[in-house]
């Protein structure tokens, strides 16, 4: 089938450059790229669910054809509900491979017909992870080449609050 919207998801606690690169290149495949951000119930929140969908929309506001939702439910009753035939998801490394093949086999069981691209992470974003950013935000280290510049105070605020 020939398509022209995917679905990019993922707990985006906070949104990185990581995630951005991904989004930026989907939305230059797909002519409508849905970022969702959906529950991933092994990980523990810091942002509430609403502050994503905002720091999202405010990092996306300059790309027309990207849109943010947020969903509590399975991916697979997401993609079937909104009629989206495929999932991306970046790849970080050999590790990322794995865990996320089967989690795409298993999409693939309860939507048949959905499919998931892998996009390799940029050179240099590789090592950038929500959890890591967090990490070093509990620290006070500088954020800039990891969080996108429009939410780094969003970022910097949460910690603040929490020390
Ligand atoms: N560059 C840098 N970092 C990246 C990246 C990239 N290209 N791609 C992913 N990451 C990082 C993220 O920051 C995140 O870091 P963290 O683990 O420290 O938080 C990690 O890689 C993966 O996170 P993310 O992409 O947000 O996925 P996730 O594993 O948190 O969430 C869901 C996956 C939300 C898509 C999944 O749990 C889901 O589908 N939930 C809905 C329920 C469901 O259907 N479950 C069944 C699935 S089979």
Known sequence: MKTSCCLY???FDPVTEGHLDIIRRAAGIFDRVIVGV?????KKGLFPVEKRVEMLRRVCEDLPHVEIIAYGGLLADLTREMQIPVVIRGVRGMADLESETAMARINGQLNPGLETLFLPAASGKEDISASMVRQLAAFGADLSAYV????????L?????SI
């Open 38 to 42: 959906l529950h991933n119930p092994d």
């Open 148 to 155: 996108p510049k429009k939410v780094l105070p969003d970022v």
């Open 157 to 161: 605020a949460a910690f603040s609050k």
């Open 9 to 11: 998801p993922g707990s």
